[in-house]
């Protein structure tokens, strides 16, 4: 069994920045991908980025240039640094930890609100 813990939402202003961070504890695969996702009212589960424990990263479009995902193994944590924020990054970010080249079970943390507003 695998247990996230997210923090560091919160509300911000257009063009703000915010720090997410995700700690990981259990057993986790040797091989896995860190990432986080969002959820926006109405809208279904999108992914925002993902890292793995190798250093690979990869950024939905909307956020590329904008959100940095980083990771620290020894820790267990991923990073979520987000700047220019603006409305439309609204939403319920989930840090998901799962399999990298290989099967197995991916699991969610709780959700943390992240709101862009004036």
């Known amino acids: 069994q695998v247990q996230l813990v997210e923090s560091g939402g919160g509300l911000v202003q257009p063009g703000g920045s915010l720090r997410l961070s995700c700690a990981a504890s259990g057993s986790i695969f040797s091989r896995n991908a860190m990432g986080w996702y969002r959820q926006a009212p109405g809208k279904q589960r999108e992914l925002v980025a993902f890292?793995?424990?190798?250093?690979?990263?990869n950024y939905a479009d909307s956020v590329k240039g904008r959100f940095t995902i980083s990771r620290d193994n020894a820790k267990n944590t991923v990073y979520l640094q987000m700047n220019s924020l603006n409305p439309e990054d609204t939403a319920v970010y989930y840090c998901?930890?799962?399999?990298?080249?290989?099967?197995?079970?991916?699991?969610w943390g709780q959700g943390t609100q992240v709101t862009v507003s004036s």
């Open positions: 998901n930890v799962r399999p990298w080249l290989a099967v197995g079970e991916s699991y």
């Open positions: 890292i793995t424990d190798g250093g690979i990263t």
